[in-house]
């Protein structure tokens, strides 16, 4: 990790807390994206072609979480495992009232890469699950990979929250699961700004890349953190 990646990641957090406490203080909810399986696959699978990823996948079982409106579009991560038979959950909160598909969700979805428009009526919705980070309905030890793309770090900052979902996500995966994330700061800025945080992760393996693309608002210049859950 190279000591201009840090400082770039941090300037991007930096413009991401300004936008935070701006939605906040007009009483914005998080916006719903729906990045395409294309985006997960270049983050989250070091741009392995799609067989490879699906094989990787096969007989485990994936969740991601803040899953947005990806179960509506034809493109996303959760159709494409959904057609390759990989057992693939959404997580999101606003599942429960139903996606609205308001034109600013279209307009933000597109503007992030989705390359088709969100449908209702998109085969496998028993596993597009309405839920809080913070209390996944899953058994202990019954995880194998958790994703997060656009929520954790970069919607969600506040520490205490972030510690609740954390220690969720360590009584749901199995031991050697991997947690994915993205967008993060280095890890020594994590380790800096959230020290509850830390101490709870201590003993998980942390690996980062750095990324950096052609559209900032998808993908500004930030990490890709993967947390594996040591084998005890
Ligand atoms: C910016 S979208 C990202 C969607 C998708 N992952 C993508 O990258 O296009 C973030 C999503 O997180 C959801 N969200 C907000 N708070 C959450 C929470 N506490 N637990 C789970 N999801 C949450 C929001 O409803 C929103 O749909």
Known sequence: ???????????????????????????????????PFEFYRKVFFEDA???????????????????????????????????????????DP???DGFKFGLFDRLKSVATGATSMPRADMPGQEKAIAAFADNLPFADQSVDLILSCWLLFAW??????????????????????????FPTMGWPSVERRYPSLAKLLASYQVSQRFLVGVNPSSMPPTFVTRLVKYLI
């Open 156 to 181: 969600i900052q506040d520490e205490t929250l972030l510690v609740l979902i954390f220690t969720e996500f360590d009584r749901v995966l199995v031991p050697g699961g991997h947690i994915s994330l």
């Open 94 to 96: 606003k599942l429960a």
């Open 49 to 91: 072609c799609q067989a490879d990823v699906l094989s990787s996948l096969a007989s485990k079982r994936v969740v991601d979480i803040g899953c947005g409106l990806t179960p509506f579009t034809e493109d996303s991560m959760f159709q494409v495992c959904r057609r390759s038979g990989v057992d693939f959950y959404g997580i």
């Open 1 to 35: 990790m190279l000591r201009y990646q840090v400082a770039l990641s941090d300037i991007s957090f930096k413009v991401m807390g300004a936008n935070l406490r701006l939605f906040k203080a007009m009483h914005l909810p998080v916006i719903s994206t729906a990045r």
